[in-house]
Each structure stands twice: as structure tokens, then as C-alpha cells.
């Protein structure tokens, strides 16, 4: 994940028999063909029987993809008429958490709540795992993807940059994380998740404290120094007065209600346009303290519709799906692979912040950033509200 945090998910419990689905979908599956693909191998299977196997399903259940955040409302209408398949979109607003309680919730009962493919913070991937939430599968673009379970398990899909999303005239604009502990941010700063559900609010957490450690985190223990540095940072901003402990949504920075907030670049950028100045907003890369946040792409273990699940991590992860999230501002994990070969328009890459701006930004291992979110979740209340 308010439209953009994708958190507050309420967990359904789907007892709902298969004429739901159908009748939820409102699409008709196609007649099955006499084999469909083996899914226990985890590899590629062949596009024209894959897409076969996906027209018998009809559908794809997606979660936590709301239209404004990386493009994803023109990718869903781009894979529907792509591929004549309907798409049940469950809450759009649900964190990465949310998403792998939905799939325990409704493992046993694969209604129109469960859903066959889930986009979380990369950190969430070990849980998943642990607890065998997702199926693995390898795109036929898996060898160009730099980060990535070997065996298929899930792979990162994008990324962006946490900045400053000011509301220009509303409060000074900040050059780094220090600045925003002014007595003029008094209840002006906040954050676009509940770092309980977010990363991307587990991430603002850290990136103020990697600030305050005066370097990119290197090793293990300065990552655990860097988190809890983080959290001593919203202590005294939460004692300030400063921190304004409210989500913040598209919709409540153009009302002026959240006059900064911290968001991955692509969201910020996305709101300054659907805004178009009313307000006008200021986006800024902090000096120190820029992390670079990868999201994760995965299957449901439990996934009703496997090969439109399947079908739909093609479309992602090739040079076109990649290609949409550039155009909603995201970095496309393959974008090395693609620029080598030249099929970036120079258009969509100038739509990216000045690359020196963001030269800097730190890029954690998956076991850091394991570290680094249970070090947050877990201290979070106690240390900054004292309970």
C-alpha cells in the first residue's frame, strides 16, 4: 500500500463456495485444454500454454495494488486487455503484513478473498517463506533480474528512493532529517504508512537513522545501530510535537493537512502531477540518509488462479510491464538489462530524480533488512511512545 500507504487491511475469513468466485468475477472461464502445464517445476512455462491455462481460470485476485502507486492502474488495464482475463482487486490499501495474512486466512477456502499474487517490502519475503505462503516459479526474464530468490521464490519487481514531499509555502523546505526536529515542523510531519503494517514506514524509520550514523550501514551491527538511532529520532520528534501521527494520503496533502511527508520518490512524483499545483509540492532527497527500497513480487502457495498468477509475473517482469513502472516514476529492477539493450525511451528515463541525487542511497542485503524491520516493529511503540 489512504490510497497510496496500503495499510488497514480488515483480514476476511472466505468461506464463499466456487459459484462466489465465479459470480464475484463477473468473467467466464474458457474450456481447459487437455493438459495443463506442470506448476511443480518452478521454471518458465511456455507463453501460448500459459496463457491457454490462464483463459480456463477467467481471473486473477491482485491485493494491495492501488492505481497511483508505481502505474499499477494502467498495468492492471494493460494485462486485462492484454489477455481478456478480469481482475478481482482486493483492498487496495493493505500494507505488505496484510498481504500474508490474507493468504493464511483464506488458504482453506480459496474464495474471492484470496488472493494469487501479493507486492510486499522485499523484508517480508522471510516471512513468506518461513511459513510457506508463496509457490516458486521463474519468469522467463529471471536470469536479467539482479535481486531474487534462486530458486524462484520471489524476485524484486521495482524500487524507489524515500524523499521529502513538501508542501511548498506550508513549512520550510528541509534539506536533511535534522532539520525536520525544528520547532517550526511542530505537528507538520508525517509519515505515509503505520510502521507496524508499512515498510515503506519501517524505511523512513531507518533511513533517519542511517543519518544519524553518518554513513551507509555496512555491516550487521551498524544496520542495528542505524535502526535504533531511527527510533530514537521519532522519540524526540513524537516529544517535539512534531511527528503528526496520521497516515498521510494524496488526499490529505491537498487538503494541507500533512504539510511533509516521507514517501518513495514515485509516489511523491505521482501526487505532484495528479495535484498539478494545488497544492504545489517540493520534492526533495534528503543529503544523508537515502535509502533505496525494492519491492518484491510472489505467488500464492495456495493461489486459486496459479497460471493467471503466472501469467501475470510475465507481463510484469517483461521489458513492457517494466517499462509502466518507469512511466509511474518506479526504478524497474531490470533496468540495467534494458537500457544495455537499448529499449528505454528517453522520455520515461528522464522522468527519474537526477541520478546524483539518489547515487548515494543505500541498497540492503535481504538479512539486514530482516533485522531492520523486526528491530523497528517490535520497538517502535515502546521506544517512541514509552509503553
Same mark, same amino acid.
Given at each position: 500500500?489512504?490510497?497510496?500507504?496500503?495499510?488497514?487491511?480488515?483480514?476476511v475469513?472466505?468461506a464463499?463456495?466456487?459459484?462466489?468466485?465465479?459470480?464475484?468475477?463477473?468473467?467466464?472461464?474458457?474450456?481447459?485444454?487437455?493438459a495443463l502445464?506442470?506448476?511443480?517445476?518452478?521454471?518458465?512455462i511456455?507463453?501460448?500454454?500459459?496463457?491457454?491455462?490462464?483463459?480456463?481460470?477467467?481471473q486473477?485476485t491482485t491485493?494491495a495494488?492501488?492505481?497511483?502507486?508505481?502505474?499499477?492502474?494502467?498495468?492492471?488495464?494493460?494485462?486485462?486487455?492484454?489477455?481478456?482475463?478480469t481482475?478481482?482487486?482486493?483492498?487496495?490499501?493493505?500494507?505488505?503484513?496484510?498481504?500474508?495474512?490474507?493468504?493464511?486466512?483464506?488458504?482453506?477456502?480459496a474464495?474471492?478473498?484470496?488472493?494469487?499474487v501479493?507486492?510486499?517490502?522485499?523484508a517480508?519475503?522471510v516471512?513468506a517463506?518461513?511459513?510457506g505462503?508463496?509457490?516458486?516459479?521463474?519468469?522467463?526474464t529471471?536470469d536479467?533480474i539482479?535481486?531474487?530468490?534462486?530458486?524462484?521464490?520471489?524476485?524484486a519487481?521495482?524500487?524507489?528512493?524515500?524523499?521529502f514531499e513538501?508542501?511548498?509555502?506550508?513549512?520550510?523546505?528541509?534539506?536533511?532529517?535534522?532539520?525536520?526536529?525544528d520547532?517550526v515542523?511542530?505537528?507538520?510531519v508525517?509519515?505515509?504508512?503505520?510502521?507496524?503494517?508499512?515498510?515503506?514506514?519501517?524505511?523512513?524509520?531507518?533511513a533517519?537513522?542511517?543519518?544519524?550514523?553518518?554513513?551507509? =550501514?555496512? !555491516?550487521?551491527d551498524? @544496520?542495528?545501530?542505524a /535502526?535504533?538511532?531511527?527510533?530514537? +529520532?521519532?522519540?524526540?520528534?513524537? &516529544? #517535539?510535537?512534531n511527528?503528526?501521527?496520521?497516515?498521510?494520503?494524496q488526499?490529505?496533502i491537498?487538503?494541507?493537512?500533512?504539510?511533509?511527508v516521507?514517501e518513495w520518490?514515485?509516489?511523491?512524483?505521482?501526487?505532484?502531477?495528479?495535484?498539478?499545483?494545488?497544492p504545489?509540492?517540493?520534492?526533495v532527497? =534528503?543529503? !544523508?540518509?537515502?535509502? @533505496?527500497?525494492?519491492? /518484491?513480487?510472489?505467488?500464492?502457495? +495456495?493461489?486459486?488462479?496459479?497460471? &493467471? #498468477?503466472?501469467?501475470?509475473?510475465?507481463?510484469v517482469?517483461?521489458?513492457e510491464g517494466?517499462l509502466?513502472?518507469?512511466?509511474?516514476?518506479?526504478?524497474p529492477?531490470?533496468?540495467?538489462d534494458?537500457?544495455?539493450?537499448?529499449?528505454?525511451?528517453?522520455?520515461?528515463?528522464?522522468?527519474?530524480?537526477?541520478?546524483?541525487?539518489?547515487?548515494? @542511497?543505500?541498497?540492503?542485503?535481504?538479512?539486514?533488512?530482516?533485522?531492520?524491520?523486526t528491530?523497528?516493529t517490535?520497538?517502535?511503540?515502546?521506544?517512541?511512545?514509552?509503553?
Amino acid at each position: 500500500m489512504s490510497k497510496l500507504n496500503r495499510r488497514d487491511f480488515l483480514k476476511v475469513s472466505a468461506a464463499a463456495s466456487a459459484s462466489a468466485v465465479l459470480a464475484s468475477c463477473g468473467g467466464a472461464a474458457t474450456e481447459a485444454p487437455a493438459a495443463l502445464p506442470d506448476l511443480t517445476t518452478g521454471e518458465a512455462i511456455p507463453m501460448d500454454a500459459l496463457i491457454a491455462a490462464a483463459k480456463t481460470e477467467g481471473q486473477l485476485t491482485t491485493i494491495a495494488l492501488p492505481h497511483d502507486w508505481a502505474n499499477y492502474g494502467e498495468m492492471i488495464e494493460t494485462f486485462k486487455a492484454k489477455y481478456g482475463l478480469t481482475v478481482n482487486e482486493l483492498n487496495p490499501d493493505a500494507g505488505s503484513a496484510d498481504e500474508l495474512e490474507a493468504i493464511r486466512a483464506n488458504k482453506d477456502a480459496a474464495g474471492p478473498q484470496a488472493p494469487d499474487v501479493i507486492d510486499v517490502g522485499v523484508a517480508h519475503t522471510v516471512t513468506a517463506m518461513a511459513d510457506g505462503l508463496i509457490a516458486k516459479y521463474k519468469v522467463a526474464t529471471f536470469d536479467t533480474i539482479p535481486m531474487k530468490d534462486p530458486d524462484g521464490y520471489w524476485w524484486a519487481e521495482y524500487y524507489g528512493a524515500l524523499v521529502f514531499e513538501v508542501i511548498k509555502g506550508a513549512v520550510p523546505t528541509p534539506a536533511d532529517w535534522e532539520d525536520l526536529l525544528d520547532p517550526v515542523y511542530k505537528g507538520k510531519v508525517a509519515m505515509a504508512g503505520d510502521v507496524l503494517k508499512s515498510n515503506q514506514s519501517v524505511q523512513t524509520v531507518f533511513a533517519s537513522g542511517i543519518s544519524r550514523l553518518g554513513k551507509n =550501514p555496512e !555491516t550487521m551491527d551498524e @544496520a542495528m545501530q542505524a /535502526a535504533e538511532l531511527g527510533l530514537e +529520532y521519532w522519540k524526540e520528534m513524537n &516529544a #517535539a510535537g512534531n511527528f503528526l501521527p496520521v497516515i498521510a494520503d494524496q488526499g490529505k496533502i491537498a487538503l494541507g493537512e500533512t504539510p511533509l511527508v516521507m514517501e518513495w520518490d514515485y509516489l511523491a512524483l505521482a501526487n505532484r502531477d495528479a495535484l498539478a499545483g494545488n497544492p504545489e509540492l517540493e520534492i526533495v532527497v =534528503p543529503k !544523508t540518509g537515502v535509502v @533505496a527500497g525494492p519491492y /518484491a513480487g510472489g505467488i500464492s502457495a +495456495y493461489a486459486p488462479h496459479p497460471y &493467471a #498468477a503466472r501469467l501475470w509475473w510475465e507481463f510484469v517482469m517483461s521489458d513492457e510491464g517494466q517499462l509502466l513502472y518507469l512511466k509511474g516514476y518506479a526504478h524497474p529492477i531490470r533496468y540495467t538489462d534494458m537500457a544495455a539493450r537499448g529499449v528505454i525511451p528517453a522520455d520515461l528515463a528522464a522522468k527519474l530524480p537526477p541520478a546524483e541525487d539518489v547515487a548515494n @542511497a543505500v541498497f540492503l542485503t535481504l538479512d539486514q533488512i530482516s533485522v531492520v524491520k523486526t528491530t523497528i516493529t517490535e520497538n517502535w511503540r515502546k521506544v517512541v511512545y514509552g509503553e
